[in-house]
Structures are given as C-alpha cells and as structure tokens.
C-alpha cells in the first residue's frame, strides 16, 4: 500500500514537472512521422495480466510487433527522432500513465511483451509475475538491453525477494544516473 501511495504522489510529481518535454517530445513524434504520436504496446504486467503500455513512438509503423533486439537491422525501422528518444529514454515518458492507472509502479521487473512467451515462462517459475511491472527495475540498472534472458529474470527475482523502500529509491537514483550516462542502451 505505502509503495502505490509513493507511486502516486512520485508519478503526479513527475507529470507536473515533466508535462512541457511531453508536449514538446509529442509535437517532434508528430512532425518527424507518419503515425500516431503514442504507441501503445501489449504488455505483460502483474499475474501475468495483459495491459497496453504507452510509449512515444520512436520506431515506423511498419516494424514487426518483435522486441527490437529480435529485428535483424533496428535502425532500419527509427523514425528520425527514434534513436534520440530511446537513447535517452524519453519515449519511457507516457508509462507514467501506466503508473498512475495501476499498471505498473515505478521499481519492479520491466514488463515483457505479450509474446516473449520465454521470459514470461521463466518469471513465472520465478514467481516474479506476481509483482507489478516496473519503470525501471535491478535488471535495468545491471545490464538493460545487454542481459540474457535467464540474467535478467534471475535479476528480475533478486528484486523479488529482497524489495523495500530503500532498494527501490537506490534503483531510481542508479537509473536516472545511467540514463544521463547512457549506459546499456544498445538501439
């Protein structure tokens, strides 16, 4: 209950101080491509739940519904804001919504996508389903784009068993340092 207050109060916080690099990160989506400004994403969040994860559109609207490390060239597929935008995680900026509608929280496993059938399978033996879906997690801040799948489920299960309130305010502290650095972010 107290980290869903603190996700409340930290995402309206966020989205007050955060709401003109949202609208000028929407108006660059929408004068750089064709397409809708938001995509919204089938996700995987809690108990294995299905819920639509919104993102500012950084890839064309022709690319396969594949995690983008799956493609055989991604940069084939940016659009001409796309690299900038996930680089520097700002296409990450409509997940606060998720936040606030209970989706996800701010700390806790990133959410698969709905056909990731692997690593769904193994956080569910993990038992890491049974935890929201996070902005950031302990995988994210230990490896990003870079782990394998069973390093980052095995991360992902760290987290599980070992979440509190301090974890969790170090792991936003690490990931706003590692998105400044940039750090494994490959595409």
């Not at 409340?8 to 004068?31: D, E, R």
């Not at 390093?151 to 502290?173: G, T």
């Amino acid at each position: 209950m107290l980290k869903r207050l603190f996700d409340l109060f930290l995402a309206l916080m966020a989205s007050l101080f955060l709401i003109l690099p949202l609208v000028v990160v929407a108006v660059c989506v929408k004068l750089t491509s064709r397409g809708p400004i938001v995509y919204w994403s089938d996700r995987v969040g809690r108990n294995n739940a299905i819920f639509k994860m919104p993102k500012f559109r950084s890839m064309r609207i022709d690319t396969p519904a594949v995690a983008t490390h799956l493609l055989s060239n991604p940069d084939q597929y940016l659009t001409p804001i796309g690299s900038f935008l996930r680089k520097s995680s700002l296409d990450e900026l409509p997940q606060l919504w998720s936040i606030l509608s209970g989706d996800m929280s701010f700390v806790g496993p990133r959410p698969a996508l709905y056909n990731q059938h692997d690593l769904i399978a193994l956080r569910t033996e993990k038992q890491v389903h049974t935890i929201p879906p996070g902005l950031t997690g302990w995988a994210q801040i230990n490896g990003r784009d870079e782990l394998p799948i069973p390093v980052k489920v095995d991360l992902d299960a760290y987290y599980l068993q070992h979440q509190s309130f301090m974890l969790d305010l170090r792991i936003l502290f690490l990931t706003f340092y590692k998105v400044v650095r940039r750090d494994g972010v490959t595409h």
